[in-house]
């Protein structure tokens, strides 16, 4: 029922429309099979993806959903229960009622379908959820950690203004106390003045009156005189001259009772003065001790004078016998007087100095008072700011803690999202396995590269695009003389599909090579059409990263990330060419670079590489060189010493021509410690070489030799596939290295996918047609599911890489 000539156009897309449930009744028995295979499978485990396929795992299944389907997906929820129980769900029904079971197998098909719809928004949403959360988090934090450090430098900014009032305050204590004992010293020296005072002034009093005696006995003693008049006139004189002399003495004395009163009043402006004294205490010590020795003198002249006053009472009493003696004490107390004199003089000298000194100290007494208010006040501020600064201190540190109990909270939502993240990416991967197990064909993508310079020089591309719902990114025609010839694919990039966006869609099929898959991915067209800038591309531009170091980029980040779910991976790479039926080692020692097919006698030519398929499914080439790599930039190195080693020549329809089949060989190895799963996933990487037609190409000599062992290895391949599309009992994988090499993927327990890449030239027209029709084929064929290659075997040391 597949037998179509390959010029003959295949069926419209209508007639696979599989969104609607219409399945073709050649299909239906491709279907039950993989749907049987697909529920022996369905129950084993895989493990979750790294965060950068979060988002591109599920694309290729959710373009095959119809509008209706994704509607009716907005309204309709799943528990773990239903979905455990729809993919462990089984075809019921009688035995040949293939009817029956196709309509039972579509409705299951489409439930899944709506489940990993349904599933992919939840995953978005809890993505976004604990991104969001993480913002949140991140942004507490930030304000916290500010928060915490501008209350620190304030508490310091704080206590260093409180450490300086201190210290003030300290000293301002110090000097008031100083202050205050001197002025307790000063009111003390000033108690014993007035009290010295009051007591000459007692003195002074008791001197007047023995001074009112003296002159009643010098009357009395006049009177004796007068009776003796002629004895007496001599004395009588001397008595005139005393008596004036007396009257000379009591003006002297009313004066220095004046004076005595103006050093009162002035001694009580200085009592009110030293009232607010408070220094200089040495000072006023020294003048109080000299005041006092002065005191002491004028209570010593008192006591003379007393004395001779009692001398003079004798006198005065033996007149006649003392007049000589009377005139000697009074002039020992004339020179007593003046002495007195001096040493009143010296006092009020002494009082004025100190006047002075004390106005000094008073005017600096008050600028430390001033001062003194003025630092009370800055105290009382900066206790004020102190409070505050407490205050808001114990503010600060409630909201800490307050935010500190939201950080747990939001950090408990986090683990919660990322637990249940997990678990959501181990179903989804689960059922979008199931999904594709389901298929159980080779995957085909389309790409079309852009128009080249030295291209047909033409405005019209027999190339366009259906844009109709059931084609739209998946169809493509090509017009030749007039008549147009439709395809449908899996995916159809067009000229304007760049390498970010090719690599999206096959993103998730690498991934399974880490989940312990089989995965090969290879390149076929025409000479020109662009297979090794999609496959290589140009590694040096970010943007223009082919598939095959971008695959290996996802490959590392991804066994990276996985070592926090205590996955570790050992991987190992290997390359090599198929030239002319002959295997060459692009790794090997022996191949030198720059010598372009010239090198027959290099890179192991000479060996026999030995291709071998093991009971498992595994391929093993004897001899070959196989690398251990554990970084992106160990893979660069090689893929650029292979690039250098690969056979390539010019030609009519590229000025460098790939002219050997590339085959990139990364085997994966992979340990959990916590659970001792073990995991072997293969990625194939394949940029075959270009078919051509001689009549364009121009090939002679060396490369007609290339072009016939290259268009007979493809000839090889396409017979492979009509053999597996037509289910014939020997396929013949064995009629070239290239097919026996590939015989794992195209029917065994592989994922493949084919790209398919077609040139716009008008003048390729015929190319890109039979490339097309090939492609369908293939997309057509029916291989074994894939199976995972797991184990809870540990692996031995050599996962040193991971």
């Known amino acids: 029922m597949f037998m179509r000539s390959q010029n003959r156009a295949p069926r419209s897309p209508s007639s696979r429309n599989i969104s609607t449930g219409d399945v073709p009744p050649d299909k239906r028995r491709k279907i039950g099979s993989a749907r049987s295979a697909g529920v022996a499978t369905v129950g084993r485990g895989r493990q979750p993806l790294a965060a950068v396929n979060n988002r591109q795992d599920v694309v290729a299944s959710a373009s095959d959903m119809g509008g209706a389907e994704g509607s009716e997906c907005e309204s309709v929820e799943f528990t773990k229960e239903e979905v455990e129980a729809l993919l462990n769900e089984k075809v019921k029904g009688k035995k040949f009622d293939v009817k029956g079971k196709m309509e039972q197998m579509n409705e299951h098909i489409r439930k899944l379908k709506l489940c990993v719809k349904w599933f992919q928004e939840v995953e978005v949403g809890h993505v976004q959820e604990k991104e969001k959360l993480r913002n949140t988090l991140e942004s507490s934090e930030r304000t916290l950690t500010e928060t915490e450090a501008a209350m620190t430098k304030k508490e310091e900014e704080f206590n260093s203004i409180i450490t300086e009032l201190k210290l003030k305050s300290t000293l301002l204590q110090e000097n008031l106390a100083k202050e205050e004992s001197e002025k307790l010293d000063a009111l003390e020296c000033h108690r014993r003045e007035t009290e010295a005072k009051v007591t000459a002034e007692k003195l002074q009093a008791s001197l007047r009156e023995e001074l009112g005696k003296a002159e009643q006995d010098k009357l009395s003693a006049n009177q004796r005189v007068i009776s003796l008049n002629d004895m007496y006139k001599r004395l009588q004189e001397y008595n005139t001259s005393l008596q004036q002399y007396n009257t000379k003495l009591q003006t002297d004395l009313a004066t220095a009772n004046e004076s005595l009163k103006r050093v009162e009043n002035e001694k009580a402006t200085i009592v009110q003065n030293l009232s607010t004294l408070r220094g200089h205490y040495n000072a006023l010590q020294d003048q109080l001790t000299f005041t006092k020795a002065s005191q002491d003198e004028a209570v010593k002249q008192k006591e003379a004078l007393l004395k001779e006053v009692n001398c003079i009472r004798g006198e005065l009493q033996h007149a006649r016998e003392d007049r000589d003696r009377q005139c000697t004490q009074v002039q020992e107390l004339t020179a007593e007087i003046v002495k007195y004199k001096e040493t009143t003089g010296k006092s009020v ?454």
């Open 349 to 802: 000298a002494e009082l004025d100095n100190l006047s002075l000194k004390s106005y000094a100290l008073e005017e600096t007494c008050s600028s430390q008072r001033e001062q003194i208010h003025v630092l009370q006040h800055q105290l009382a501020a900066a206790t004020e700011k102190l409070k505050m600064s407490d205050l808001s201190v114990v503010e600060t540190r409630t909201e800490f803690e307050q935010k500190k109990q939201a950080m747990r909270e939001l950090q408990c939502r986090l683990d919660d999202a990322e637990l249940k993240l997990v678990e959501g990416e181990k179903l989804r991967k689960k059922l979008h396995n199931t999904i594709l197990e389901l298929k159980g064909n080779i995957r085909v993508f389309c790409r079309v590269r852009p128009m080249l310079p030295d291209d047909c020089a033409t405005t019209e591309t027999p190339i366009s695009y259906p844009t109709s719902m059931e084609s739209l990114g998946r169809g493509i025609e090509l017009l030749q003389s007039g008549q147009k010839y439709p395809f449908t694919f899996d995916k159809v990039f067009d000229h304007e599909a760049s390498q970010q966006d090719v690599f999206v869609e096959i993103s998730q099929l690498v991934q399974s090579a880490l989940d312990g898959y089989k995965v090969c991915i290879f390149a076929y067209g025409q000479t020109g059409s662009g297979k090794t800038y999609t496959m290589m591309g140009v590694p040096e531009a970010y943007e223009q990263k082919g598939l095959i170091p971008r695959s290996l980029e996802q490959i590392f980040e991804t066994s990276q990330s996985l070592q926090a779910q205590g996955w570790k991976y050992k991987m190992q790479a290997s390359m090599l060419e198929i030239y002319n039926e002959t295997i060459r080692d692009l790794l090997s020692v022996n191949c030198s670079s720059g010598l372009d097919l010239t090198r027959a006698e290099n890179c192991g030519v000479g060996k026999q590489y030995a291709i071998k398929h093991d009971a498992n499914g595994n391929t093993h080439v004897a001899d070959l060189t196989i690398v251990d790599v554990c970084s992106m930039k160990e893979v660069s190195r090689l893929l650029r010493q292979a690039a250098q080693s690969r056979s390539v020549g010019k030609t009519d329809m590229n000025e460098h021509s790939s002219r050997s089949h590339f085959v990139f060989t990364l085997r994966i190895f992979g340990v959990n410690e916590s659970t001792e799963q073990q995991v072997q996933g293969v990625l194939n990487l394949i940029d075959l070489a270009g078919s051509e037609r001689l009549s364009r190409s121009g090939a002679t000599g060396d490369r007609l030799k290339e072009t016939q062992a290259i268009n007979k290895s493809l000839s090889c391949l396409s017979d492979v596939i009509f053999a597996l599309a037509k289910k014939d009992d020997h396929v013949p994988f064995r009629n070239s290295k290239l097919t026996y090499l590939l015989q794992p993927c195209l029917g065994g327990d592989s994922k493949t996918l084919m790209f398919v890449n077609v040139s716009p030239d008008p003048l390729s027209v015929g190319e890109s047609i039979c490339s097309l029709r090939f492609a369908a084929r293939v997309n057509s064929c029916e291989i074994g599911v894939a199976r995972r290659q797991t184990s809870t075997r540990t692996l031995d040391s050599r996962l040193s890489c991971g």
